[in-house]
């Protein structure tokens, strides 16, 4: 079983809808990340969470630590939003992540 | 903002022979790691190192696999006889803490024919 889940595995939307992606653990955890990847292949850290809610922009970050669960949302969608979203967690007392297989969000114009 | 920089962007070796990726964290990073990602799979985590010596790795990473910080800027990711298995997106990342926020480079993609 993998310690990392998110659903969808891919989600295709109309630019303006609100995006949720989904991610469930199975471990402890002393943080919890989003990432985005695009085409090209680079990673970008989007958000570090350990707790409630963190806001950048259009996105939003939210985690519910005792139902091991997080959500990552995306208002007012446009085409440059579509790449590859990743969850992560950091294992309590490891030193690494342990990745998602992501979830690939293409935004129609 | 500081990056996190890996060269080559892109490798081709044949297997069986040595290649070394290459990777300038962050300065004031005290946290390196080797993370890598086969095609159309997710990202694996390979190795972690703090100060100077490595403090977690995976299975994945064997006795074919090294890693070295020479001159307190490089920090690199050796594989002595590579295999077909081994082509990848490999990537570096720092952090400043391990329980704070990593950087992440543009990655190497290795091709071992």
């Known amino acids: 079983k993998n310690e990392v889940e998110q659903s969808p595995q891919n989600l295709t939307a109309q630019e303006g809808e609100f995006i949720t992606i989904n991610c469930s653990y199975s471990v402890g955890i002393s943080a919890l990340h989003w990432l985005q990847q695009h085409p090209g292949g680079g990673i970008v850290s989007l958000f570090m969470?350990?707790?409630g809610k963190k806001k950048h922009g259009r996105l939003i970050a939210t985690i519910n630590i005792q139902e091991k669960h997080s959500s990552l949302h995306i208002t007012a969608s446009h085409p440059r939003d579509s790449a590859v979203y990743i969850c992560?967690?950091?294992?309590?007392?490891?030193?690494?992540?342990?990745f998602g297989q992501g979830t690939r969000l293409t935004i129609n114009p | 903002e500081p990056e996190v920089t890996q060269t080559p962007s892109h490798q081709v070796t044949q297997m069986g022979q040595e290649v070394i990726l290459r990777c300038v964290p962050i300065?004031?990073?005290?946290?390196f790691y080797w993370y890598r990602q086969i095609l159309g799979q997710k990202v694996e985590f390979l190795v972690s190192f703090y100060n100077n010596e490595i403090s977690e790795k995976s299975e994945i990473f064997d006795d074919q696999f090294s890693v070295e910080r020479p001159d307190g800027s490089n920090f690199t990711l050796k594989i002595r006889s590579t295999k077909l298995e081994d082509s990848a997106m490999y990537f570096c990342?720092?952090?400043?803490?391990?329980?704070?926020?990593?950087?992440f480079g543009s990655g190497t993609r290795l091709t071992v024919v």
């Open positions: 992560a967690v950091s294992p309590q007392g490891a030193q690494k992540l342990v």
């Open positions: 990342a720092s952090s400043v803490d391990v329980d704070w926020g990593y950087t």
């Open positions: 300065s004031n990073h005290l946290y």
């Open positions: 969470l350990s707790s």
